[in-house]
């Protein structure tokens, strides 16, 4: 194709957009950055962009990230022992602060560096923060038995209004999953931040960038995509995942019945997901919505909304 017929191609694909521009001009996307995510440096300055090309099409973009692996690296060279129960980290005092050491003090300003490359527009806070989250101890089960994990939370008040400061000063928030109650700091999964959140904040969409295209059917014996789901159909499924994904999807579930239109699951390991997600007719990854109707969608179907 010539130049001018790839010029063309550009320019389809920029009108392609408007209605989504549309719908989502002034709106507020919560974005959960996953640590599995942001393990290639490039695709990490490629996220970056991506908040601000949001930011610019006239989207309130805020993200919210995890930091698992990175927490982990750090424990490890430490020689500290933690392990997960339920897809939560087993945190005790000495582990979270090595949680709190990563999460806000690297994980957290490196986003808030790569976002600032392109101008005055990231601010970076901890859930702590103008008791933006408010948490109390979270009790966990596992196979039936009540299991001690410690200092993890869940999360019970948001007070979003520094959030909303922030985004009414034309900033970019970017926030850590901690947060405190009256008897100290918890450790919070960040899917469960971000979806907390995101109905805080009554956002349009919750996006969370993982390591994997979305929900598969049947992981790990075969990676069919389930590209579309209501939150009945999601309930049904969740007893029946396995860690990592059983926190992301609850997290989905709970934004959409906080009153989130849509919450999304996408590949953060490919480039753009974000904006093909937001911008394209298409969509990618895994899409849930309220309500009862409809079946679970394979991918690859047209005309999905949104
Ligand atoms: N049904 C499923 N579909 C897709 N991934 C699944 C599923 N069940 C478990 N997983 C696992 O969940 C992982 C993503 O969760 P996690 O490692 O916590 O990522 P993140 O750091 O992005 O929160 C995937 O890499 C995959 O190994
Ligand atoms: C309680 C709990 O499990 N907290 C998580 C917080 C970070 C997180 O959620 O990071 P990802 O999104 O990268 O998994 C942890 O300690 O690993």
């Not at 109390?136 to 209004?161: H, M, T, Y």
């Amino acid at each position: 194709m010539n130049t001018r017929g790839q010029a063309i191609d550009k320019a389809s694909t920029l009108i392609e957009a408007l209605p989504w521009l549309s719908r989502f001009h002034g709106r507020t996307v919560v974005i959960k950055f996953g640590g599995n995510a942001m393990t290639d440096p490039e695709l990490c300055a490629r996220f970056a962009e991506n908040i601000v090309f949001l930011l610019y099409a006239g989207i309130r973009p805020v993200v919210v990230h995890g930091g698992g692996p990175q927490i982990q690296e750090h424990l490890d060279r430490l020689g500290i022992q933690s392990s997960f129960a339920a897809g939560l980290r087993v945190t005790t005092p000495e582990v979270m602060d090595v949680v709190r050491l990563v999460l806000a003090g690297r994980v957290n300003p490196e986003i808030v560096g790569l976002i600032n490359a392109h101008g005055p527009f990231a601010v970076g806070l901890s859930g702590e923060d103008a008791q933006l989250f408010t948490a109390r101890r979270k009790p966990a089960v596992v196979d039936g038995s009540p299991v001690d994990i410690g200092l993890v939370g869940e999360v019970e008040d948001v007070n979003p209004s520094v959030v909303r400061t922030l985004l009414d000063d034309g900033r970019v928030p970017v926030v850590s999953s901690l947060a405190r109650s009256h008897d100290g700091v918890y450790n919070v999964n960040a899917d469960t931040a971000a979806a907390a959140l995101a109905s805080g904040l009554d956002a349009a969409k919750l996006i969370m960038l993982t390591d994997v295209e979305g929900l598969y059917a049947d992981y790990p014996a075969c990676t069919e995509l389930i590209s579309r789901l209501t939150a009945d159909e999601l309930e049904g499924m969740l007893p029946h995942l396995s860690s990592g994904m059983a926190p992301k999807m609850e997290a989905c579930l709970r934004a959409v019945h906080g009153g989130v239109p849509q919450a999304h699951v996408l590949d953060g390991r490919t480039p753009d997901a974000m904006l093909l997600e937001v911008f394209t007719n298409e969509g990618v990854g895994t899409m849930v919505v309220a309500g009862t109707d409809g079946a679970t969608t394979p991918a690859g179907d047209e005309g999905r909304d949104g």
